[in-house]
């Protein structure tokens, strides 16, 4: 997946969300671009943890109203 994005969904609760963020550097290594999406409040933190990566912040129960912005193709999620 060297050339392709992929989609990342954060789920569950925050600290699951933080457990398997442990997991999102060999992620971004594999693939060209990561998305992640996220708990609101971690937003700033897996931006900042994670600068190779576009953290989207969607609060919960609102994930159907978030849109995948028109420049990015997802590969696989």
């Given at each position: 997946?060297?050339?392709k994005t992929l989609l990342i969904h954060?789920?569950?609760?925050v600290g699951d969300?933080?457990?398997f963020a442990t997991?999102?550097?060999d992620a971004i290594a594999l693939t060209g671009h990561?998305?992640?999406t996220c708990e609101p409040r971690l937003q700033?933190?897996?931006a900042r943890s994670?600068?190779?990566?576009?953290?989207?912040?969607?609060?919960r129960g609102r994930e159907h109203l978030w849109r995948m912005p028109s420049e990015l193709t997802i590969d696989a999620q």
């Amino acid at each position: 997946m060297a050339d392709k994005t992929l989609l990342i969904h954060g789920e569950q609760g925050v600290g699951d969300e933080i457990m398997f963020a442990t997991c999102y550097p060999d992620a971004i290594a594999l693939t060209g671009h990561v998305v992640i999406t996220c708990e609101p409040r971690l937003q700033r933190l897996l931006a900042r943890s994670l600068p190779k990566a576009m953290v989207v912040a969607v609060p919960r129960g609102r994930e159907h109203l978030w849109r995948m912005p028109s420049e990015l193709t997802i590969d696989a999620q």
